[in-house]
């Protein structure tokens, strides 16, 4: 089993070299505003992991990973201001309680399959976008809420990612955390579940596998995810804002990691880019950001149409057929 | 109002309209020189916010006007101002990087006429952590007048709320004062909870109605305002979010239950004829800079300068009057360093800080920065009150009575400015 979980496929091996890559060389090159845009992009990869790791293992949308984020981002700005915890303290509890808001989410909805799953998650997206706009986010006030009247506190970043560098490694290295721990589950028998699960439902609870348990395991991976992607983005801010969390943009992160592909790192990676660096890039240019949307409609035709695994799907056939051609037939 | 007078108020405005057009040809800029400056360009940049729910380009778009001006008139010793703005599009993200491409990406000398709901709030560390100075003009939250390196020559929604609110106690008899706000914490919440303060500070009392900027229902806030017993309503919004909860008003008739006020975003000369005559004579509005008949040279360079170098379409408004300012208060400081020293950030910072004592006709007392955690050189304003064609002065320049102002008002003693 250890042999399995520790055997390094080839997308494998490209995602660490890019995981390497973007540790060591993007942030010794990128000026501050890349950096500013590479660190919340980053953030937004890892939070499109965990709703296209649903996606893909179980067929489950959820459109609420956005509003997860900022649960996360909540409860790691209450817990900054509240107490004098280490950053890392402070993002594993927020990714926890992003966990157990997912799985209490998902109890009304685990009866739900399709469309109707979507639409309970995308109105828990609403409500949750109601309770920001409502509350705020916490800036050093008192009470639960943790809001004052007035300037916010300061924001402590973590000691070992003091500069926007350091900040952008860190990311990195919680990114991929974050994607070998998908691996590792789809590796071992949650993976076999969720498989069997995909296949058909009734299937799996005829050989025994509890599907309430495993969709809710899922569930609470999403959740871990973009509760500790919203704690990363806190982190590089020092504040948020509730218009970062709203219900609209649940649906966009979904549609992108579909365009992107939801089977694949890759995929991930694609969508945070046309998510985050494309508006950047345009706004870079002097062009109407809102001219991604228009981008993002493209992509998403050209993934319903042609492109069911996404452009990290293609990318991969094309890898794939690259290697057999030139593995199998020698020398070019 | 009864027809003559209006028509006297009609006159007397396109009367300054017609002498601010007049003087248009001649605007006087910097070193004033006539000739292009043509030596290596020092960056200046800029941020404004432009998205849902507010446009707030007026000051960056005035500055740019004045830099213009300045360009075409021997610039800094010689040297032309290359302003750079960015728009924050009221999102933290974008702000952060606006600051991250202006500022650390940049050698920028400074920042000048900011606008924004959003980028002080982000960005003021990154300031301070770059030594770079912010010469704001349209800010809205708090951290810009409580932090080190920002100043402002507007004064932002808590002294012109009580500037109003002050105006409406003593003149208008309010005793329950119901605050319209954005429900942002360093925003509507902070300004809103100073007019309360200052009420119950008066033997009156108050109250907040907040709005979500996201999605603001502008009818449950008047009717939340309303319900609660005040006697007068403090619209403490954008313009275009406090036309629309006017308009909101007229439809339930609500204009003579209420006493109406407020801050000054609601000074742009386009409002009067939006809101039509149902309001004229009721609305009285706190302008944080002097009101357009007050014409004085500095209010008519203003003019001139945006007619010669400004867009057709861009504000006449407070906001427009503070980046002109802004700009102008920079140039002035820059034309005082040594020419070798304008191009270096540290220096250009210092010069900011040593400014003690500038004056203006579009400002009731004199600008200031100084070296402190906090700053706030406006804080005395006028009050108008929208009538046909315009506004009319109902009290002129006056200071704001509240607690809030006394570090401020330490530092100008300090100063020797009162």
Not at chain 1, 239 to 260: I, K, N, P, W, Y
């Amino acid at each position: 089993m250890l042999k399995r979980l520790l055997h390094v496929t080839p997308s494998g091996a490209a995602g660490l070299a890019f995981a390497a890559f973007a540790f060591l060389v993007i942030p010794a090159l990128a000026g501050k505003l890349w950096l500013s845009v590479f660190i919340s992009t980053g953030c937004f990869v890892l939070a499109i992991a965990g709703v296209a790791f649903m996606y893909a293992r179980l067929g489950m949308v959820s459109l609420t990973q956005v509003g997860l984020m900022g649960v996360g981002g909540w409860v790691m700005l209450r817990l900054n201001h509240a107490a004098g915890f280490p950053f890392e303290v402070n993002l594993v509890i927020a990714a926890l309680v992003t966990m157990v808001c997912g799985w209490i989410l998902a109890l009304p909805a685990m009866r739900m399959r399709g469309l109707y799953l979507a639409l309970v998650t995308l109105m828990a997206a609403g409500g949750l976008e109601i309770i920001f706009a409502t509350y705020q986010f916490p800036n050093g006030g008192e009470g639960f809420w943790g809001v004052k009247t007035g300037s916010a506190d300061a924001f402590r970043r973590p000691w070992l990612a003091q500069t926007p560098e350091a900040y952008l490694r860190y990311v990195v290295a919680f990114v991929t955390l974050g994607f070998l721990f998908i691996e590792a589950h789809r590796r071992l028998w949650p993976g076999r579940a969720w498989a069997l699960i995909r296949r058909s439902e009734a299937a799996a609870m005829a050989a025994g596998v509890n599907v309430t348990f495993y969709k809710m395991w899922a569930f609470g991976i999403a959740g871990v995810l973009a509760g500790a992607a919203g704690g990363l983005l806190a982190g590089s801010l020092g504040l948020l804002d509730d218009a970062t969390f709203r219900a609209s943009e649940s649906v966009m992160l979904f549609a992108l990691a579909v365009v992107g592909g939801a089977r694949y790192w890759l995929g991930a990676v694609i969508a945070a880019t046309l998510y985050r660096i494309l508006p950047a890039l345009l706004n870079n240019w002097g062009v109407d950001a809102d001219l991604a949307f228009v981008i993002f409609g493209a992509g998403l035709l050209h993934a319903v149409i042609t492109a069911p695994n996404g452009i990290a799907g293609q990318i991969m056939d094309l890898a794939a057929g690259l290697r057999a051609r030139f593995g199998k037939g020698g020398k070019p | 109002m009864n027809h003559r007078t209006a028509l006297a108020a009609l006159t007397a405005f396109a009367g300054m309209t017609l002498a601010g057009a007049a003087f248009a040809a001649d605007p006087v800029c910097g070193a004033a020189t006539g000739e292009a400056a043509t030596g290596e360009p020092i960056i200046v940049g800029g941020i404004y916010g432009n998205a849902a729910p507010g446009d707030w380009t007026s000051s960056t778009d005035a500055a740019a006007a004045y830099f213009k001006c300045v360009n075409a008139n021997g610039g800094i010793h010689g040297r032309p101002i290359d302003y750079r703005v960015e728009n924050d599009q009221w999102n933290p993200e974008n702000a952060a990087q606006a600051a991250a491409k202006l500022v650390s990406d940049t050698d920028s000398v400074a920042m000048v006429g900011n606008g924004s709901f959003i980028e002080m709030a982000v960005n003021a560390g990154t300031y301070k952590d770059e030594g770079i100075m912010v010469m704001a003009s349209a800010c809205a939250i708090s951290e810009c007048f409580e932090s080190s390196n920002i100043v402002s020559t507007n004064q932002g929604p808590l002294p012109s709320n009580l500037g109003a609110a002050m105006y409406a106690r003593e003149e208008l008899g309010a005793t329950n004062i119901a605050c319209i706000g954005l429900n942002i914490p360093n925003n509507g919440i902070w300004s809103c909870q100073a007019v309360i303060d200052y009420m119950e500070a008066n033997g009156g009392t108050g109250s907040m109605a907040l709005l979500n900027p996201g999605a603001p229902d502008v009818n449950s806030a008047l009717l939340e305002a309303v319900s609660s017993g005040a006697d007068t309503i403090l619209i403490n919004q954008p313009a275009g979010l406090a036309l629309a909860i006017l308009k909101a008003a007229e439809e339930q008739d609500l204009r003579d239950a209420f006493n109406w006020i407020a801050p000054t975003p609601l000074y742009d000369l386009s409002v009067p004829d939006q809101l039509g005559e149902y309001w004229y004579g009721h609305v009285y509005v706190n302008a944080e800079l002097a009101p357009l008949q007050v014409n004085g040279p500095d209010a008519q360079n203003w003019v001139a300068v945006m007619e010669a170098y400004g867009n057709a379409d861009d504000p006449r408004d407070t906001f427009g009057q503070a980046g002109y300012l802004s700009a102008r208060f920079f140039v002035d400081a820059m034309l005082g360093m040594d020419p070798a020293d304008v191009g270096d950030r540290a220096k250009v910072a210092d010069a900011i800080r040593g400014i003690k004592g500038m004056t203006s006709d579009l400002m009731c007392g004199p600008y200031y920065v100084g070296d402190a955690d906090f700053h706030m050189p406006n804080h005395a304003g006028y009050m108008v009150k929208i009538v046909e064609g315009g506004f009319e002065i109902v009290r002129e320049c006056y200071e704001y009575d509240s607690a809030y102002f006394e570090p401020m008002l330490a530092i100008e003693k300090e100063l020797g400015l009162n």
